[in-house]
Structure formats: structure tokens, C-alpha cells
């Protein structure tokens, strides 16, 4: 008799759970079918290093003209001081894209570091920033 009591309290428990587990999957579903998922776009990074212009600064505008500006981001470090702007360079993708704090790099040396570093805290604030690319004229 004891052992009836047990099996039919377990039977109903797992038909508990059964029906939980069923109106929590319809749930989920109906939501997913609602809200459409988030849809990451990862970027690629582009770190340029220059002293002054970049070099081959159209052959780049031609590279980035290819894709969609929403999968890839530019930082530009040059010398503290130097702007580009529209008489520095010929492409639109490299306007704007100065960071601010940049140091006097000495190339080879440990300055050259600390402009890497410098350009990879920029690009980490964009978090959909998933592949780094270094870029420098020397």
C-alpha cells in the first residue's frame, strides 16, 4: 500500500515537472518568435601607426570602400601635433579617426609599445572589436 503511495506521489511529480518543463519550453519559443535574436557583428580593428600621412593612404580607401564601414573600425597614431585632414590625406576613412593621446614614437624602441597599447584601448571600447590589426609605414 506504502509503496502505491510512493510510486503514484512520484508519478505525479514527474507529470508536475513534465508540464512545467513544457509551458516554460512554449514560453521560450513564443519569446524567440517575438523578439528576433541579437545579432553580433564582429569588426576588424585597423591600428595604424604613421609618423605623418598614411602611406598609400588610396590604396587603403579602395580596401575599406569594399566592405561595409559597420564591419571594421580605423585608429590612426601619428606624432602629437600632426592632424589629417582633407590636404593630409586623400580618403575619407582616415578622417576623424586621430586618437588623442598620442606620444612621439621612436621606432623600434619602446615608445612603439606604448603607441600599440595607446591604439588598443581605443579599439577595445568598441565592443564588437573582435580582430586587432596592426598597420605601421616602417
Known amino acids: ?5 510512493v510510486s503514484g506521489g512520484f508519478a505525479g511529480f514527474l507529470f508536475a515537472t513534465f508540464v ?12 524567440s ?9 564582429p569588426k576588424i580593428a585597423f591600428l595604424f601607426i604613421a609618423r605623418n600621412r598614411i602611406p598609400l ?12 564601414e559597420d564591419r571594421f573600425s ?17 580618403s575619407t576613412y582616415f578622417l576623424n579617426r586621430q586618437i588623442n593621446d598620442s606620444v612621439q614614437v621612436d621606432w623600434g624602441e619602446a615608445s612603439m609599445i606604448q603607441a600599440e597599447r ?3 584601448q581605443n579599439a577595445l571600447m568598441d565592443h564588437l ?10
Not at 500500500?1 to 503511495?5: I, L, P, V, W
Not at 593612404?57 to 561595409?68: L, P, S, Y
Not at 580605423?74 to 586623400?90: C, D, E, N, Q, W
Not at 572589436?129 to 616602417?138: K, Q, Y
Open 1 to 5: 500500500m506504502e509503496e502505491e503511495a
Open 20 to 31: 512545467l518543463m513544457e509551458s516554460e519550453y512554449s514560453r521560450i519559443k513564443m519569446l
Open 33 to 41: 518568435l517575438i523578439s528576433p535574436p541579437l545579432i553580433r557583428k
Open 57 to 68: 593612404d588610396m590604396v587603403w580607401d579602395a580596401f575599406f570602400r569594399g566592405d561595409d
Open 74 to 90: 580605423v585608429y590612426v597614431h601619428s606624432r602629437p601635433g600632426f592632424l589629417l585632414t582633407a590636404t593630409t590625406t586623400r
Open 118 to 120: 595607446i591604439l588598443l
Open 129 to 138: 572589436n573582435e580582430r586587432f590589426l596592426f598597420l605601421s609605414d616602417r
